[in-house]
């Protein structure tokens, strides 16, 4: 028996460990459905964040550059936009990058977000510049956004960003939400040239620019939306599905086919569990599945990787002027 040849009760102990996370580390089967495997984002995501951080110490701290530095402008005191920004300086100090908040008061006018924008465009030591959205209704979002000098859009939102993704153009900086999506489905080897992709959302946050990416790795879309006719038609007929909606257990196992590819985006907090969910039924839509993100643990960690990946590659190129 295995334990016999251990008499050492703690190795026993520890080396069970280390074989169960390697088990369920990247690629977790989870038994609800035959065959599903679920893609653990959370894992990529961890994968990701070392890759970098391995990157940024050898490429830069070790040859004697600072640290990329991101700096995230919030503009009133949102409970959620405070926990997801808290997460970023988190993330950042995990990977080496140095990081720093601009609080505004939400009844801030817009000609004060310029300012600190404009201040941020011209400091140069600060690599990376990201708006928490969502910005108090009086505030235009998108106009703000492309006062961000472009190589330090690390949210990957201004016109000039969305058009070199447009034309393929590598020196851009892409969206943190799409780009994840892209990663995991990479990570997992999951092919994607000549997929039928369906996405229900078309914001410049996750649809369209998901769009573009899964066009520029051959794949056929759909933008599916709230004026979409026969949309569970289209999402029946799709390898991969992308939702993003907003709306607990949205989409439902009669509205994939079997062995369908399902990427929920969605953040949602169940009333009757106080628990986080997406926008899929994920017990039952699993069942038919092939590959499913869960909530949590899906596409919300890449989201963040990927901005940190974003800060790291805008840093470089403004190293390279």
Not at 56 to 70: D, R, S, V
Not at 131 to 140: R, S, V
Not at 173 to 200: A, H, M, R, W
Request: aromatic share 6%; hydrophobic share 40%; glycine share 6%.
């Amino acid at each position: 028996m295995f334990y016999k040849k251990h008499k050492n009760k703690t190795l026993f102990i520890s080396l069970f460990k280390h074989f169960m996370l390697k088990l369920y580390s990247k690629k977790i089967y989870d038994f609800t459905g035959e065959n599903m495997e679920k893609l653990n984002g959370t894992q990529v995501a961890y994968d990701t964040k070392e890759s970098l951080r391995k990157d940024i110490e050898e490429n830069m701290l070790n040859k004697g550059l600072p640290a990329p530095k991101l700096v995230v402008i919030m503009v009133g005191d949102n409970p959620a936009s405070k926990v997801y920004v808290g997460g970023k300086v988190k993330a950042c100090a995990q990977v080496g990058i140095q990081s720093e908040v601009y609080n505004l008061p939400a009844n801030a006018k817009e000609d004060e977000v310029a300012l600190v924008i404009n201040k941020l465009n011209k400091d140069k030591t600060v690599n990376g510049i990201l708006l928490q959205l969502p910005m108090p209704d009086h505030i235009d979002e998108q106009k703000m956004i492309n006062l961000i000098s472009p190589e330090k859009d690390v949210d990957g939102l201004t016109k000039l960003n969305l058009g070199k993704l447009m034309s393929k153009d590598p020196t851009g900086l892409f969206g943190c939400t799409p780009s994840g999506i892209i990663k995991i489905l990479q990570d997992y080897n999951i092919e994607i040239k000549g997929k039928d992709v369906v996405i229900v959302n078309r914001s410049l946050l996750v649809g369209k620019p998901l769009a573009l990416m899964f066009l520029n790795e051959n794949a056929t879309v759909t933008i599916c939306h709230s004026k979409t006719k026969d949309m569970n038609e289209k999402l029946r007929n799709a390898d991969i599905v992308v939702i993003a909606v907003g709306k607990k257990d949205f989409l439902t196992a009669d509205m994939v086919k079997e062995g369908a590819i399902v990427i929920d985006v969605g953040i949602n907090r169940d009333e009757k569990t106080n628990k986080i969910c997406g926008d899929v039924d994920y017990e039952a839509v699993s069942k038919k599945a092939s590959y499913i993100t869960p909530v949590p643990g899906g596409v919300g960690p890449m989201t963040i990787a990927m901005l940190l990946r974003n800060t790291y590659i805008a840093t470089m190129f403004q190293n390279k002027k």
